[in-house]
């Protein structure tokens, strides 16, 4: 009985594939993990800056608000002091229509500013955070890749090469 001698890389080929396979399963996994977290991260990011868009609207109908009551206490306080100028009357109570009207423009005023701030602040509702992770996922994915690339050939005068995203952007 002579047993053969098992050639020297014989259960090194059967477990190679093995480990080819569960680094592939475990990449795709990692990579699935990944998309989704940077859809999650998109999501919460879209929603933090539509609530400060939100926000921003509504104390931009509270500025609107008060600039047209101003602008309603100025219409009768105009009337009262046409009224006060008839002959016949000395009442002098338009001043407090005036003066209500002056507290309610920079009551307007404020609240328009802080709109504004906030609707700059929220818009555009872009998730600028997940772009940049994807940005750089794509980069780090991307380094390997290229690697292997031959040069490109000189490119298109109006477009140019960003290295760092990895494709060619109109000028």
Not at 90 to 100: D, E, L, R, V
Not at 148 to 170: C, F, I, K, L, N
Request: aromatic share 6%.
């Amino acid at each position: 009985m002579s047993d053969a001698p098992a050639p020297p890389g014989g259960e090194q080929r059967s477990e190679q594939p093995q480990n080819i396979a569960t680094a592939i399963a475990e990449v795709s996994e990692r990579a699935t993990l990944l998309i989704r977290e940077e859809v999650e991260l998109a999501k919460a990011e879209v929603a933090e800056k539509a609530t400060k868009l939100v926000k921003g609207a509504v104390v931009g109908v509270a500025a609107g608000v008060f600039v047209l009551t101003a602008l309603l206490f100025a219409l009768i306080g105009c009337a009262l002091l046409l009224y006060y100028y008839l002959p016949g009357n000395t009442y002098a109570y338009f001043w407090g229509f005036f003066a209500m009207a002056v507290i309610l423009l920079v009551l307007g005023a404020l609240a328009g500013l802080i709109a504004a701030r906030a609707v700059k602040r929220g818009s555009p509702p872009m998730p600028s955070m997940a772009i940049d992770e994807a940005r750089k996922i794509r980069e780090t994915m991307g380094a390997g890749a290229d690697a292997g690339r031959p040069a490109q050939s000189t490119p298109h005068p109006a477009v140019d090469r960003d290295p760092a995203v990895g494709h060619e952007v109109e000028s």
